[in-house]
């Protein structure tokens, strides 16, 4: 062999022994790394409003799908119209992984509050599914300000009275009662009974 | 012509150095943190519920009297700047890969702490960490809100504030107790279809 080709090609050579016993790159899985989904996590857009949510329902959108990841006892007492039960511990059954990866419908998860909603967002993300969302801080949420919306003060602007009206409609639509446009509404609290201490209000 | 072909020379030999310097930089330089432990293990432990720091936990959080603990706090600085946990060291969820951070976390051998502004954020983090192989963490339910206030009472998450059903029906006069809706299976639709046309002509 001629003199000059020598070194390259026993760099080559090393290069080439080295290729084949490099660690294999697992293609077949598309899990996220943890920088990726920490990227995802921070996306503050993964997180719906109960308006944006009032709205696809109430013009029957068909690109998205709500998801209640409760148990199945909360969801036949009470759930969102269109919505369908995956309870949380049955998230990675095969039936429904048809439902969680792909590419096609946007899934909404929401629970009562964020934390069992948000913990099944964070387990499809690692998994590498796409188009999923959480209802932001859960039914509690949509009770405060869809179905029960806060009449807004009198100083308030013209945008958040023209919100309330539009929740007030949606609230309309949802319960299927008339109700008159300024009259204070009573909420009705459940407090949660801490023994010997003080009441706290449900949460995250 | 000789000249040009001792240029050739020089060239390939110059650049093959170069890829080769190249290429050992590229894998002795820091690498990115991969995640060591399954999704289904963690996401068992979180359906458990072991991820929620129990009474005994938070009433060592609240003596202070266990200096091998390792408390995060994941909110913002400007947040932990005006008030945290004793001993309480702070790490925002968006910095949690921060080398510098997970140095101090990953080899941590005793148990580690959690909290946020709700369980949300904390929860977060607990995913991230506990994938990475960090196998004592918890998470204080409720948040640094609940915990200055309750101490050491575990704080009941994902309670419902109210009682949906009754409003709904309530609100509707009685009418509904569902919201009517035909729950849309998008998924299987093409399947039932296809199914039903199998008897006609």
Redesign the interface.
């Known amino acids: 062999m001629n003199r000059?080709?020598i070194?390259?090609t026993i760099?080559?050579l090393i290069?080439g022994v080295w290729f084949i016993f490099m660690p294999e790159v697992d293609n077949s899985k598309r899990?996220l790394?943890?920088?990726q989904?920490?990227a995802a996590?921070?996306e503050s857009s993964r997180f719906v409003s109960t308006d944006i949510v009032s709205d696809l329902?109430i013009k029957n959108d068909?690109g998205f799908?709500l998801i209640d990841v409760?148990s199945e006892e909360?969801y036949s007492?009470?759930?969102?119209?269109?919505?369908?039960n995956i309870p949380?511990?049955s998230?990675?059954l095969p039936k429904w992984v048809?439902?969680l990866n792909?590419y096609s419908?946007n899934n909404i998860f929401y629970?009562?509050?964020?934390?069992?909603a948000?913990?099944a967002w964070?387990?499809c993300a690692?998994?590498g599914y796409k188009n999923n969302y959480v209802l932001s801080k859960g039914?509690?949420n949509w009770?405060?300000t869809i179905?029960?919306p806060v009449v807004p003060s009198e100083t308030a602007s013209q945008d958040e009275w023209d919100l309330y009206q539009t929740r007030l409609a949606a609230?309309q639509f949802?319960?299927?009662?008339k109700e008159e446009a300024v009259k204070p509404v009573v909420?009705?609290?459940?407090f949660?009974n801490?023994p010997n201490?003080?009441r706290?209000?449900?949460?995250? | 012509m000789l000249n040009f072909k001792i240029m050739k020379?020089k060239l390939?030999?110059y650049s093959?150095?170069l890829?080769?310097i190249v290429?050992i930089l590229a894998f002795t330089l820091k690498r990115?943190?991969?995640?060591v432990v399954d999704?289904?293990v963690v996401?068992n432990e979180?359906?458990s519920g072991s991820n929620i720091a129990n009474e005994e936990i938070l009433g060592q959080v609240v003596d202070n009297n266990n200096s091998s603990l390792l408390i995060i706090d994941v909110r913002t600085p400007g947040e932990y700047i005006k008030g945290h946990i004793e001993n309480a060291i702070n790490i925002p969820?968006?910095n949690?890969?921060d080398p510098d951070y997970v140095k101090i976390y990953k080899h941590w051998a005793k148990p580690i702490i959690v909290y946020g502004v709700?369980?949300?954020d904390a929860?977060?983090a607990y995913?991230?960490i506990r994938?990475?192989g960090v196998d004592s963490i918890s998470v204080i339910a409720?948040?640094y809100k609940?915990f200055t206030?309750?101490g050491d009472?575990v704080?009941?998450?994902?309670?419902?504030?109210?009682?949906?059903?009754?409003?709904?029906k309530e609100?509707?006069?009685g009418?509904?107790v569902?919201?009517?809706?035909?729950?849309?299976?998008?998924?299987?639709k093409a399947v039932k279809q296809k199914e039903r046309a199998e008897g006609g002509c």
Do not use: H
């Open positions: 000059r080709y070194i390259p760099i080559l290069l899990e790394s943890p920088n989904l920490l996590m921070n329902i068909p799908l409760r909360e007492s009470y759930n969102l119209p269109g919505s369908i949380l511990d998230l990675l048809g439902y792909q419908i629970s009562n509050d964020e934390l069992k948000e913990t964070i387990v690692r998994k039914l509690n009770f405060e179905i029960e609230s949802f319960t299927g009662a909420k009705r609290k459940v949660v801490k201490k003080q706290a209000e449900g949460g995250c | 020379y390939a030999r093959s150095i890829f080769v290429l990115e943190e991969v995640f999704t289904e996401f979180v359906l969820v968006k949690m890969l709700y369980t949300c929860q977060r995913m991230m994938q990475l409720g948040g609940y206030e309750f009472w704080f009941p998450v994902e309670s419902a504030k109210y009682e949906f059903a009754e409003i709904m609100k509707s006069g009418k509904l569902q919201p009517k809706a035909p729950v849309r299976r998008v998924i299987k």
